[in-house]
C-alpha cells in the first residue's frame, strides 16, 4: 500500500516497520517566503491533497500553494487543475467512476448526486478529458456558491456535505460481510465495493479484513448507514486498505455517544483511510473498559472537515501507533491515556498532526483517563511526531503532558514517566498556538531534543502568558519535574495560566 504521510527521517528501534519514503511534491515547486494571504482557501488546498491525491499535504507544496492560491474562483480553478492534472493524481491508479467521486470531494465538498455522477463517469467513458470537467465543475453556480466559504477572511473551515454515498462500484450486504469474516481466515472486497453499516462489524481475532485500491476514491468503503450507539468497527483481527465512513454530515455529531469509526481490541489496523466520525473520535485503541494491549496503527489517514473532536484515543498499554496521519481534529489529534489499572507503555511515533482550517486544542496529549484519574506512563513515549498549521489555523498547544489543563487542581492527580523526544513542527511549516511544549500534571519526565522552530504565538486562551520559547512547564507548582530535559520553558504559576 502506498505511504500516505511526511517522511520525517528514521526513528530509532521501530522493530519491522518501515519509515515511508519521500514523496515529491506538486509540481517540484518549492517556495517558502512571500506573502501569506488573509482569505488563503487551507482546507480547500488540504481537502485537494487528501481527496485527489489520497494523503496528508507535504509543508512544502502547501505552502507554496498557500501563498501563491490567488483567492478568487480563477485561483482555486489553477490549484484545482495542478493537482488533477499532476503525474501523483495520475499515478493513483483511478478509474473514471473514482475520478468522478474525487471531483465532487474535493472540489464541491460533497458525495455525488446520482445524476451528476452518471453523467460525469459517461462524459469520461466518451473521451472527453478530465481537465475539461475540472473547469466545468469549477464553472458551475454550485462552486462559485462554494467558493464564498473557502475564501471566506472569517475562517478557512467550511465542513462537508450531508449527502450519504450514492456508491460507485459493487455493493455487499452487512450480513454477508459478517458472516465471511466470521467464517474465514481473509475475506478481501474489492475495489470500490461499499457496504451500508446499521450494527458494528466485528473482525474477530485471527481474521484479516483487507481491501483493493490504492486510495481513498477506489477503497473498499464501509458507511455508517444510521445511528446506532456503538463502533462501526470493532477489530480483534487485521484491517488493511479500508475506507471506514462515518457519515456525521448526515447524521450529526454526538460527542456523548460512543459512535467511533473503529475500535480495536488487540489489533491491527493499516493503510486505512477514517472520514466523518459521528462521535468524539474517529479510532479508539481499547476502550475505557477493556485494552487488552498489543495493537498496531500504522500508516493510516484520518480527515475530520467536520469538527470532530479526537482523531486517535489510545488506552491500551503497549500500543504502536506510527506513521499515521491526522488532519483538521478539533479536539485532540492524539491521545494517550493512563489509568489506574493501566501501565501506559505505547508508543506513538512517527506520526504527523495538521490543522489546516479547524482550530484544534492540542496536537499530542498524554492525560489521565477521567478526572482524579490515577496511573503512570514510564517507559511509554511520544517521539519522532510533527505537528503544524497552516497559516491561518491555530491549535492551543503541540504537545501536552498532564492533566490539569482539562481538569484543573481539584480534579489532577500526577502522572508518572513518559518521554517526550524529538518531536519538531514540521520542516518549513509555522505551528500557530499558545504553547509548542506545555507539562502540567506529570513529574519524573524525559524530554529531549524536540524542536520547536517554526512556533508562532498566538494569544488564543486569554490571560496566560506568553513564553519565551514556546514552552512552559509548572516546575515550582509541584505540577511537573523531570528526570532529564533539555527544555528552555517558563516556569509558571498555575494561577495565571487560563487553560
Known amino acids: 500500500m502506498a505511504p500516505r504521510g511526511l517522511n520525517i527521517g528514521a526513528s530509532p528501534n521501530l522493530g519491522k516497520v518501515e519509515m515511508r519514503p519521500h514523496i515529491e511534491i506538486l509540481e517540484d515547486k518549492i517556495c517558502l517566503t512571500g506573502p501569506v494571504l488573509f482569505n488563503a482557501p487551507d482546507q480547500f488546498i488540504a481537502k485537494l491533497y487528501a481527496e485527489a491525491l489520497g494523503r496528508i499535504p507535504d509543508p ?11 483567492p478568487t474562483i480563477a485561483g482555486l480553478d489553477v490549484e484545482a487543475h495542478a493537482v488533477y492534472g499532476s503525474i501523483e493524481y495520475a499515478n493513483d491508479g483511478y478509474d473514471h467512476a473514482a475520478e468522478v467521486l474525487t471531483l465532487y470531494r474535493g472540489l464541491l465538498s460533497r458525495e455525488p448526486d446520482i445524476g451528476g455522477f452518471t453523467n460525469w463517469l459517461s462524459t469520461l467513458n466518451n473521451g472527453i478529458l478530465l481537465s475539461s470537467i475540472v473547469d466545468t465543475f469549477v464553472e458551475s453556480t454550485e462552486f462559485t456558491n462554494l467558493a464564498t466559504e473557502i475564501l471566506s477572511s472569517v475562517q478557512s473551515s467550511y465542513g462537508f456535505g450531508n449527502a ?71 477489530c480483534y483481527g487485521t484491517m488493511e486498505g479500508i475506507w471506514l465512513d462515518g457519515e456525521s454530515g448526515q447524521l450529526g455529531t454526538n460527542v456523548a455517544s460512543a459512535e467511533s469509526n473503529l475500535e480495536s481490541l488487540g489489533g491491527i489496523i493499516q493503510d486505512c483511510v477514517f472520514t466523518n466520525q459521528v462521535g468524539p473520535t474517529a479510532i479508539s485503541v481499547g476502550t475505557q473498559q477493556q485494552h487488552p494491549g498489543g495493537d498496531v496503527f500504522r500508516n493510516n489517514l484520518i480527515t475530520q472537515w467536520i469538527p470532530a473532536h479526537d482523531g486517535i484515543q489510545v488506552y491500551c498499554p503497549n500500543a504502536a501507533v506510527y506513521f499515521n496521519s491526522v488532519v483538521d481534529s478539533s479536539d485532540a ?26 482550530k484544534g486544542v492540542v496536537s499530542f496529549v498524554a492525560s489521565p483517563v477521567r478526572p482524579n484519574g490515577t496511573g503512570d506512563m514510564i517507559g511509554g513515549s511520544i517521539d519522532s511526531n510533527y505537528a503544524w498549521t497552516s497559516s491561518r489555523t491555530t491549535v492551543d498547544m503541540g504537545y501536552a503532558l ?52 517554526g512556533f508562532v504565538y498566538n494569544n488564543s486562551m486569554l490571560g496566560s502568558p506568553q513564553s519565551p520559547t514556546g514552552n512552559i512547564a509548572a516546575v515550582s507548582a509541584g505540577w511537573a519535574s523531570f528526570d532529564y530535559s533539555d527544555l528552555q520553558y517558563l516556569d509558571f504559576s498555575l494561577a495565571n495560566v487560563n487553560f
Open 60 to 70: 512544502a507544496g502547501f505552502t507554496w500553494a498557500e501563498q501563491h492560491t490567488i
Open 164 to 234: 450519504f454515498p450514492i456508491g460507485i462500484g459493487p455493493m455487499m450486504d452487512e450480513a454477508m460481510l459478517q458472516a465471511e469474516l466470521n467464517s474465514g481466515d481473509m475475506v478481501t472486497l474489492t475495489t470500490e465495493t461499499l457496504v451500508r453499516l446499521t450494527t458494528p462489524l466485528t473482525i474477530p481475532t485471527s481474521t484479516t479484513l483487507v481491501g483493493a485500491g490504492l486510495r481513498e476514491a477506489s477503497m473498499p468503503r464501509l458507511v455508517r448507514d444510521a445511528n446506532f450507539n456503538g463502533p462501526m468497527v470493532v
Open 333 to 358: 489529534a492524539y491521545a494517550l491515556f493512563a489509568d489506574a489499572d493501566v501501565a501506559q507503555r505505547s508508543r506513538v511515533s512517527g506520526n504527523v498532526a495538521f490543522n489546516a482550517g479547524n
Open 402 to 453: 498532564g492533566a490539569y489543563e482539562w481538569y484543573g487542581p481539584e480534579q489532577s492527580l500526577l502522572l508518572a514517566g513518559l518521554s517526550l523526544a524529538a518531536n519538531a513542527i514540521a520542516p518549513g511549516a509555522v505551528f500557530r498556538g499558545q504553547y509548542f511544549i506545555a507539562i502540567s500534571g506529570m513529574v519524573h519526565v524525559t524530554v529531549v531534543s524536540n524542536l520547536g522552530t
